[in-house]
T-cell receptor, first 113, second 115 residues
C-alpha cells in the first residue's frame, strides 16, 4: 500500500494570504483527488487530476498533478474564512485487480478574518 | 446535502455494549463503503459493498460487523469495542466499484466514543 504524506500538517493564515498544500508519495498514482472536509461533515470532492503535469482551477483554487504522477499541490489565492477545513488528497492505486483510493494524512487549514 | 445520511451523528458506548451505525444513500449508487477517521491518521477503508456483496474487508477486527441489506442501506454493527476504536466513522457511496476514478460521496459521519 502506498503512503501519501501531506504538508504542512497545520496551517493558520490571515484572510487574503496565499498558500500551497503539498501531497507527496514515492509511488505513481493513476489519478489523484483532492477533498475538503469541514467540521462535522464528511469529505467533499473538489477535483480529480489524471494526467501528469495537469493543472485544474476551481475559482481561487489551483490543483497540479506532478509530471511523474507521484505528487500534487493545491494552491489557494487570497484565502477566505470559508476555505477553513481539512484538505485531503487521495491517490488511486490498482491493488489485487481493483482500484482503490489511498488517503493522505491531511492538512488542517484555518483562515482568520 | 450530499445524498448520504448517517445515524446517529454521535454515540457514546461502553466496551460491553452492542450498537449499530446506519447509513442510507439516496443517489441510486451500487457501491457503499465504511471508513474510519482517527486523529492523526489517514482515512482508513474498512469495508466495501458492491451490489450488496462485500468485496473488501481490510483486515478489520471481528468486533466490527457490516451488513448491507440492499444497495441503499449499510449498517456497521459494533460489539465489545475498545477505547482505541473511538473515531469518526464515515459512510460513502459511489456509482460502482471498482471502476476507476469513481467519485465517492461521503456522509457526515458518526462520532464514536468508547469508554
Amino acid at each position: 500500500t502506498q503512503l501519501l504524506e501531506q504538508s504542512p500538517q497545520f496551517l493558520s493564515i490571515q484572510e487574503g494570504e496565499n498558500l500551497t498544500v503539498y501531497c507527496n508519495s514515492s509511488s505513481v498514482f493513476s489519478s489523484l483527488q483532492w477533498y475538503r472536509q469541514e467540521p462535522g461533515e464528511g469529505p467533499v470532492l473538489l477535483v480529480t487530476v489524471v494526467t501528469g503535469g495537469e493543472v485544474k482551477k476551481l475559482k481561487r483554487l489551483t490543483f497540479q498533478f506532478g509530471d511523474a504522477r507521484k505528487d500534487s499541490s493545491l494552491h489557494i489565492t487570497a484565502a477566505q474564512p470559508g476555505d477553513t477545513g481539512l484538505y485531503l488528497c487521495a491517490g488511486e492505486e490498482l491493488a489485487s485487480g481493483t482500484y482503490k483510493y489511498i488517503f493522505g494524512t491531511g492538512t488542517r487549514l484555518k483562515v482568520l478574518a | 446535502e450530499t445524498g448520504v445520511t448517517q445515524t446517529p451523528r454521535h454515540l457514546v458506548m461502553g466496551m460491553t455494549n452492542k450498537k449499530s451505525l446506519k447509513c442510507e444513500q439516496h443517489l441510486g449508487h451500487n457501491a457503499m463503503y465504511w471508513y474510519k477517521q482517527s486523529a492523526k491518521k489517514p482515512l482508513e477503508l474498512m469495508f466495501v459493498y458492491n451490489f450488496k456483496e462485500q468485496t473488501e474487508n481490510n483486515s478489520v477486527p471481528s468486533r466490527f460487523s457490516p451488513e448491507c441489506p440492499n444497495s441503499s442501506h449499510l449498517f456497521l454493527h459494533l460489539h465489545t469495542l475498545q477505547p482505541e476504536d473511538s473515531a469518526l466513522y464515515l459512510c460513502a457511496s459511489s456509482q460502482d466499484f471498482p471502476e476507476t476514478r469513481e467519485t465517492q460521496y461521503f456522509g457526515p459521519g458518526t462520532r464514536l466514543l468508547v469508554l
